[in-house]
């Protein structure tokens, strides 16, 4: 298979709008001829859906929770990225595009890049115009924080809650068109697979989760927005419901699967308290603007925090990287935290964390200011902790949050199945090895409101309608599929539950997947998967039947996938022997414990192909070619 | 610590429903509440009962999706805080704690705990945004808007939709929730071009799903999870009474 990016030729800063010149068009009159399904409602679904309504097709959008206002992206805290230079601090498009690739470390394609950082500033006009409430200085005009792994203050938000903000405006454009019965909604309904008719994906097949009714839907284009893998290590930031299986069905469809293992392990979240732990709390990258990190030099000081003199303690970062100090991009800021703890210099009870310390900030603004700035991540840390943070140090330690690898997809968001596009965390487009902060919530509505509605109706001008219909025989089969399988997890009678399996998945991931990875933990991890698989399909156990709510059931289905998938995610980071962003390979580091890339060897992207269960998937190269930046060893000392 | 759970249990919509009871033993008090309810229902699997159902997602208070009755108290006993973000060091050994579902009319339950807010949705879609198309807007910093503007604004557009108003509220009104997209836009210039529209058409949606009127208790300001203040209720009535007299 010959991976065709699609990347438009001439120079980077005219390449979109050349190409969106170059696209064919589709009269307002024919718009309605055509129908897109959206599954996934969160910044990229909600957005693309709004969009793609507004224009005149006719669009069925799919979420599995009861609204599509509570979607995942929901949870984004800090805020969004634009080239917009409102501080006069000498951002540009072609910084913010710079920033992105280096932050990415080198692994991203340019041109998708540039346009991201080209329409970021379109972004932050809609959602003004749609009354999201961003926050503001005295004389009215938007205020700007700074965020990791940049050096200008571009990041636009509100309050600790920017993700919210920015999904209630996108749900607020989703809610018109679903007034003005332009958008067809089905909540608490889950896509378990998509149907591909003489190669080109022509619909889906959906479980209603109030009924257990499996049923089809036909469109001339699916969209897939439906985020990332982060919880295959279990323990994540991400929301309990969030999953791999949208994709993952996809991708045995015959969609490649690109850099499964970039995984972001964000530095800033609530540590581990115990064994019962569901899942972990982001505390919001923005803290470290004026939050710092530290630890005891002595190994296994117990003393508290107020007790160690100032000599006494290792701001690690701000030691490390003078000039980004705590503003270290993520994938470094976690690795440091990692080799603090692993040094046995920990904080906490369990000696698994840092400190991240207000007290400086304290005493140089005053409490009133930093209650402003980061009132409500205060209060949740409280309330989750018990401690009070305007005293005592946050304890913080890395925890898996974003990832990066997702559906390989061309320039126009499309995936290697015709009429499969893949927006948002779910594609692996725009971040290379390593998401800088403020750019998820960029690209979620960078793809839905200003890529897809172009690039989907140049496909809809060239490919013409689907001409299939749901009483295709394919709809017949796939349906029969995911009833014998959903049947299949109800019948094994064994005795253990798919959280006891998702944990146990999450462990083996987490340690020879996560923070860091060598040659033999994943092979041993190679090892370990097949034998949870296959013990999960003999000794499943799942009550109660199809024909009702049933969350056993649906969480059962989804941990399967997770198993299957997480081979994949172990044979890439296998096969890319180089440190680069967040996958940092153990054996190949500097003498100073920094990742050392290889570009002569691994300057691609690695585009998975499905070859069966527990079958090695084959892998396809797609070369990284760097026009306009210099390849370049990334530095924030 | 051991603890007596009676939890409403219901097999679905037509099911009549009744309490159960369970023990929860050896609760950890660092627990959150729905992980205390993940031991419980990893226990009664083991027992080869059916787990208990019950609404959750992000876990981290931002989703809306949680939606427990605690004693009587929509989110439970803590001021500010969802269900999910509640943990177990605000109980002790030996207490019986009563969960059930949301009840209002307008949200019907689907299984045990679990209720349906799709009224909510349809509220929103009667007139709970701006009417702009994607494209073709201003430069954002063309219309400044003074901070304390932005700042109310943002005030009530903290509302997560959760439903634990209506929970609380003896007429089961959905008044603070409307309230706070109402004043969300009320406080914008992006919200003036269709004010008086949005208001009405929010109200008479919200009548059709069933939803009660306000008759101010403010039970429901007490348990929001977002603190929204029932000043927001009072911006609302104010909107409606403009409406309603403003010629066209």
Known sequence: MKLDAKIPSGP????????????????????????????????????????????????????????????HSISAQGGINAAKN???????????????????????????????????????????????????????????????????????????????????????????????????????????DIVVVDDRAVGIVVRDMINGKISSYAADVVILTTGGYGNVYYLSTNAIGCNVTAAYRAYKK???????????????????????????????????????????IAKGDKRPAAQIPEDERDYFLERKYPSFGNLAPRDISSRSAKEACDDGRGVGETGVGVYLDFADAIGRLGKNVIAERYGNLFDMYERITGEDPYTVPMRIYPASHYTMGGLWVDYNLESTIPGLFVLGEANFSDHGANRLGASALMQGLADGYFVVPYTVGNHFATKGPAGVDTTHPEFKKVEEEVKQRTEKFLSIGGNRSADSFHRELGTIMWDNCGMGRNEAGLKKALEMIPKVREE???????????????????????????????????????????????????????????AMRNDNDYLYVAAWEYKGVGQKPEIHKEPLEYENIKLATRSYK | MNLTLYVWRQKNADDKGRMETYQANDISSHMSFLEMLDVVNERLLTDGIEPIAFDHDCREGICGMCSLVINGNPHGPEKGTTVCQLHMRHFKDGDKIYIEPWRAKAFPVIKDLIVDRSAFDRIMQAGGF???????????????????????????????????????????????????????????????????????????????????????????????????????????NREFLRATVKKP
């Not at chain 1, 709390?281 to 710092?292: A, F, I, K």
């Not at chain 1, 997480?566 to 500097?590: I, K, P, W």
């Not at chain 2, 063309?142 to 509302?159: F, G, R, S, W």
């Open chain 1, 86 to 192: 409102y501080q006069n601090d000498g951002d540009s498009i072609y910084r913010l595009f710079y920033d992105t690739v280096k932050g990415g470390d080198f692994r991203s394609r340019e041109a998708n890049v540039y346009r991201l950082a080209q329409v970021s500033n379109n972004i932050i006009d809609q959602c003004a115009a749609q009354g999201v409430p961003f926050a503001r200085e005295y004389g009215g005009l938007l205020d700007n924080r700074s965020f990791g792994g940049s050096q200008v203050s571009r990041t636009f938000y509100a309050r600790g809650q920017t993700g919210q903000q920015l999904l209630l405006g996108a749900y607020s454009a989703l809610s018109r068109q679903i007034g003005l019965g332009k958008v067809k909604m089905y909540n608490r309904t889950e896509m378990l």
């Open chain 1, 536 to 594: 999960f399909w003999q000794n499943l156990k799942v009550l109660g039947k199809n024909e009702e709510l049933n969350q056993a059931l649906e969480y059962a289905g989804r941990v399967a996938d997770f198993i299957e998938f997480s081979e994949v995610m172990c044979h890439d980071a296998l096969d890319r022997n180089e440190s680069c962003g967040a996958h940092f390979r153990e054996e190949y580091q500097t003498a100073e414990g920094e």
């Open chain 1, 254 to 296: 015959g969609a490649l699967f690109a850099n499964p293992c970039y995984t972001q392990i964000h530095p800033t979240c609530i540590p581990v308290s115990g064994d019962y732990q569901s899942k972990l709390t982001l505390m919001s990258e923005s803290l470290r603007n004026d939050g710092r990190i530290w630890v005891p």
């Open chain 2, 130 to 236: 701006v009417s702009v198309n994607t494209g073709g807007t201003p430069d954002a910093n063309a219309i400044p808007i003074p901070k304390e503007n932005a700042d109310t604004a943002m005030d009530a557009a903290q509302c997560i939709g959760c439903g634990a108003c209506v929970a609380a509220c003896k007429n089961a009104s959905a008044m603070l929730f409307l309230a706070a997209k109402v004043s969300q836009y009320a406080y914008l210039p992006q919200g003036q071009a269709e004010r008086t529209e949005r208001v009405k058409n929010m109200l008479t949606q919200m009548d059709l799903e069933g939803f009660g009127n306000c008759t101010n208790f403010y039970e429901c300001e007490a348990v929001c999870p977002k603190e929204i203040s029932v000043k927001f209720i009072a911006k609302l």
């Open chain 1, 12 to 71: 980077l800063t005219e390449k979109w709008d050349n190409y969106k010149f170059e696209m064919k068009l589709i009269s307002p009159s024919n718009k309605r001829k055509y129908k897109a399904i959206v599954v996934g409602s969160g910044l990229a679904g909600a957005s693309a859906a709004a969009s793609l309504a507004e224009l005149g097709y006719n669009v069925d959008c799919f979420c599995y929770q009861d609204s599509p206002r509570r979607a």
